[in-house]
């Protein structure tokens, strides 16, 4: 007969389910087998899940109730690596010109290998409680780069920060897959918020 100790370290989720993953139904069977039968993609993602939720994964259910409880801590755990990047960048040793191109790096580099956007939104528990400050910091900074002339000045802050969330986006899996570099990446982000070259004469 199965202890409490055992019962508590196989028993979680009936269904395993990350949104946008193919990790689904992936039940812990026993000591043997805790993520059901072998399937090298399924336990891919499962670690994958898991570096982002800053734990192993043999033990990602023992740290989480609930799937919810896990989104909810990869969530948090992104909103603070993107609010310490936001101090880093605005740190008065920084130049103001180059504090948006040192926030984008930040980011790319944190979001890249914990790969929390292949599996599920950015927005909800965990993040919506920073979502203003971020929106808030965000902005100023652009606001910063648009007063001193490295940011294009004929769109708003928030216009501007709308445009760098979606191809943030849009480079992460570019990265992610090899097509491009770190830096690459993070002059494609940089390039839709510079101002147009001035016309040759």
């Known amino acids: 007969m199965a202890t409490d100790s055992t019962r508590h370290a196989f028993r979680t989720w009936d269904d395993y389910y990350i949104p946008g993953t193919t990790v689904l139904r992936n039940r812990f069977t026993g000591p043997g087998t805790p993520y059901g039968e072998p399937d090298p993609g399924r336990l891919k993602q499962l670690e994958e899940v898991a570096t982002a939720a800053g734990v192993h994964r043999t033990t990602l259910h ?3 109730r609930s799937r919810e409880d896990l989104l909810v801590a990869l969530r948090e755990r992104s ?6 990047a936001l101090d880093e960048a605005e740190d008065d040793d920084v130049p103001k010109v180059e504090r948006m191109t040192l926030f984008t790096r930040r980011v790319l580099e944190n979001a890249v290998p914990t ?5 599920t939104t950015y927005y909800g528990a965990g993040m919506d409680e920073h979502v203003l400050e971020l ?3 965000i902005a100023a900074l ?6 001193v002339g490295s940011l294009r000045p004929d769109l708003s802050a ?3 920060r709308a445009i760098w969330t979606g191809v943030v986006y849009a480079v992460l899996p570019m990265i992610d897959a090899g097509m491009m570099t770190m830096d690459e990446g993070v002059d494609l982000v940089m390039a839709a918020l510079r101002p147009a070259p001035a016309s040759a004469a």
């Open 62 to 64: 023992r740290h989480f």
């Open 79 to 84: 909103a603070n690596r993107t609010l310490a």
């Open 115 to 119: 790969g929390l956007w292949r599996f």
């Open 135 to 137: 929106s808030r910091r």
């Open 142 to 147: 652009v606001e910063e780069g648009r007063q």
């Open 158 to 160: 928030d216009q501007l």
